[in-house]
């Protein structure tokens, strides 16, 4: 095939990253021939307030240093602009923001953010132009109810160590930033753990605007097919956990922005998650989310959240153009829908969720179907890289019936009165803080009975942004304990009830604990000698009935265990009453 020639050039000389003169075009797949009526958004080439990327024909996008100074130049040129900032990342840059607004108290905010994943930057580029258009172009009357504020570039760090080999999928700009941050943490799995600055920032700013909407700026990975720009919502709408918000979203939100984008010539769609993408066939998968996402976390809180996703394939200047076009849709039904918005987040906050679906697993038949999926033709070739069959994408538009995988519930928790979280969890007290989560300290000691819960079987997992997760399952037990004045109160019943629970439930997917925050519950405790524990242990069979019969039963149960002396004393140890901040046993407390 046509590559190996370079292939060959490339490795006869130093290595390939220095001497390849960036990700060849040959690597993709053919472009599909578009224009559009998107096209007349672009600035004329001696337009003094043409962008950066539109000087450069979207060729390329400008750094951080750049962006910042255009902006601040249009700051200068328009009362309507004004440059802030709202963080600093771990590198300590500054955390931009740009907030257009005609003045005035009170105005919801719709809240854009571009580069979470900083190669994906097509929302910076967009959102420099909108802005521009709206301080100098005439639509200013955008800003008459509601106000803008954009967040041109939210993985700074990551965006300013721009390769040519970063997302090499995409086809554009030339250079494009990293994924994580500079200490490797995926911000869009962030939002519920929040160990980045970065991401406190944003929770932050979140809290502080709390807007009517939330668009965050992504580009596709996948499969190639022809739909240009795509767009979803937490759990497509459908698994949605708040059900105002997500209404809005699935019947104002989506029909008005498809409507915009096809008049402006773009090709849009819900999103399409592929299950497989060597065989696109098989269909695409929706499924709840949790709040480590920005949809999620936007879900949790009550904030309509949109998550953007332009397709990888297409140009980098048609992506940007659609781009704008989704937002200033997006701002516009803002305005239109306000009311609506805001009593739909009102509602949502108010709503007080007894149960949280925690588990879940693909149905085994579709929930729906594309009849005609706008999709690309492949083929197949050996590789003599891989040495299997890999997929070569043909350009050649097909239309073919593609399956919507949903999704069963396995297990749904049944939300506690309140949580009891031990003074000295320091970790999950801040992040309760961060989030804006309502809690008390009790002043004097209190004896209730509570729901304890111990680990069985946990597993620490691969490493992964920033964190060891850990799986284990869970076995509930009641008991009557007096906690000391100091222990912290989450009640439930609270707008932020439902995130509380995502965070302290120990089932829930993105909980603090399946994130890895209790590492003290692995440790084992510190031991003694066997002819302490032995006897320990028969006093305990003696006092104990319910130790008795549960022991009796395990020995019934597992020969391995019954001939094991260490695990039966470790079991029994394990259980003396007082013996608290035991191994495996989940530090907060549930009260029913
Ligand atoms: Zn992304």
Redesign the pocket.
Known sequence: MRLIPLAIIALSSASPAQTLPGMPAAVLPPAQPWSGASERLLAAANDPWITPAERAGFATTPRYAETRAWLQRLAAASPLIRVETFGRTAQGRDMLMVRASKGGTGKPVVLIQAGI?SG?IDGKDAGLMLLRDIALGGKDSLLDTVDLVFVPIYNIDGHEAMSRWNFPALRGPAEKGSVATARGINL?RDYAKADAPETRAMIALLRRLDPILYVDC??SDGFDMQYDITFTYAGWGRYAYHRATADWLTARFGPTVTTALERAGHIPTLYPSPIDTRDPAKGIRQAPEGPRYSTGYGDFIGVPTVLVENHMLKPYRQRVLGTYVLLETALTLAATDRDRILAAKATDRASRPATMLARWKPAATPIGWIERFKGIAFETYRSPASGRLEQRWTGKPIRFRMPIIGQDPVETVTLPTAWWVPAEQTEVLDRLRLHGIRFDSVATPRTLTLDRVRLRDPVVQRAQDGRLPLKASFEHVTATETLPAGTIRVPSDQPLGLLAAALLEPEAPDSLLAWGFFPEMLAPAPGTEDFVRAPLGEALLAADGAVRTAFAARLAADPAFAADPDARLKWLVDRLPARNGLPLLYPIRREL
């Open positions: 994943h994906e869009n992504h580009v």
